[in-house]
């Protein structure tokens, strides 16, 4: 069974610019959930996708973005990146929107 | 709106020993679950095991064993005979019922905890 993989590891972009993460869901699951976790912090809810459609999303403004697709793969946008971005991006994905797994995680620096 | 405490940021424990990591929630829900997942340095958030708030029973996964108390809104993690791989940050999290609204998971700030040899 693969488990839940993200891509790139790290990515360093500069403030103002555009940047795509990439999640592939667990085998078998339908959900995705992206969480932005700070430094010395607990992960936070950006939003959850289940079966293609958002279902829910955190206090994030509409520069971030998500996509599903029919394989149940996952993307998070980010357009206009600020300083306070920087941060490592973590994708989950679940069954029917159960106890979730987590990927490796997307390290963004920004600067 | 759900929220997850967890009031020891750093603990420290000698290889075998036990040690017990304390969390406490609020919410308003009556079904819902509860999680403990550790976050070693590699970053890999790992679920090391989870609660369902309508089972009185405490979860149990090898080494690792939970105190749910639902009046008290509490849920602590022991961990027996410490190993240096148990190293890691650990995050307590809550999640409402998976139907209808978005099941996300809230976590609290986490605890370091360092296994001494």
């Known amino acids: 069974e693969t488990g839940v993989t993200q891509s790139p590891t790290h990515l360093i972009k500069t403030r103002g610019q555009q940047v795509t993460l990439r999640c592939s869901s667990q085998s078998g699951h339908n959900t995705v959930s992206w969480y932005q976790q700070a430094l010395g912090q607990g992960p936070q809810f950006i939003f959850q996708?289940?079966?293609?459609?958002?279902?829910g999303r955190g206090n994030f403004p509409p520069r971030f973005s998500g996509l599903q697709f029919p394989n149940y793969s996952s993307e998070l946008n980010v357009n206009a990146l600020e300083l306070d971005d920087s941060a490592l991006y973590l994708c989950?994905?679940?069954?029917?929107?159960?106890?979730?797994?987590f990927g490796p995680g997307t390290r963004l620096t920004v600067t | 709106a759900q929220t997850v405490t967890q009031s020891q940021p750093e603990m420290s424990v000698q290889e075998a020993e036990t040690v017990t990591l304390s969390c406490t929630y609020d919410?308003?829900?009556?079904?819902?679950?509860l999680f403990w997942y550790k976050q070693p340095p590699s970053r890999q958030m790992i679920l090391v095991i989870r609660?369902?708030?309508?089972?009185?029973q405490n979860a149990t996964e090898n080494r690792f064993s939970v105190n749910f108390q639902k009046a008290a809104k509490s849920f602590s993690l022991k961990i027996s005979d410490s190993q240096l791989g148990d190293t890691a940050m650990y995050f307590c999290a809550f999640m409402g019922a998976p139907t209808g609204a978005n099941s996300k998971l809230t976590f609290g700030k986490g605890i370091t905890l360092s296994v001494r040899p």
């Open positions: 919410t308003s829900e009556n079904n819902y679950y």
């Open positions: 996708y289940y079966r293609e459609e958002e279902n």
């Open positions: 609660q369902e708030a309508y089972k009185q």
């Open positions: 989950a994905s679940s069954t029917d929107r159960r106890e979730q797994y």
